[in-house]
């Protein structure tokens, strides 16, 4: 399961800045956003974007197992597959996947 936690998602992240010795504000200008955003990442105030989670990954070498990753349903195995495709996107696609997901996310919070 992969876990949907602000706090945890931001842990995972801190804990390994922290033991790469990388500075918040280094790590931020690495994946183009901005110290105080990566803050709130990490302070579990906010998730980051699909297109910063995966540059985030990326810099600290994450997987997404070392986000509670498990292949145990059929519903993890679309959301692995769903994280997939977002990691292997372009810059321009994931933001375009970003767009499209949150509209669909309001969408299905409108008819709730």
């Known amino acids: 399961m992969l876990y949907d936690d602000k706090v945890f ?5 801190k804990n390994a800045r ?5 500075s918040q504000i ?3 200008q690495k994946v183009g956003m901005t110290d105080k955003n990566l803050g709130n990442i990490e302070n579990g105030k906010q ?5 910063n989670f ?3 990954m ?3 070498n994450l997987s997404v197992e070392d986000f509670g990753s498990k292949l145990i349903n059929k519903t993890t195995y679309q959301n692995s ?4 495709v977002a990691f292997a996107a372009s810059p321009q696609k994931a933001k375009a996947y970003t767009k499209i997901l949150k509209t ?9």
């Open 47 to 51: 998730y980051p974007q699909v297109n």
């Open 104 to 112: 669909l996310d309001e969408i299905v919070l409108y008819y709730k």
């Open 9 to 13: 998602v931001g842990k995972v992240i």
């Open 54 to 56: 995966l540059r985030l």
């Open 58 to 60: 990326e810099e600290l």
């Open 26 to 28: 280094s790590l931020a």
């Open 81 to 84: 597959d769903l994280l997939k």
């Open 18 to 22: 922290k033991k790469l010795g990388i």
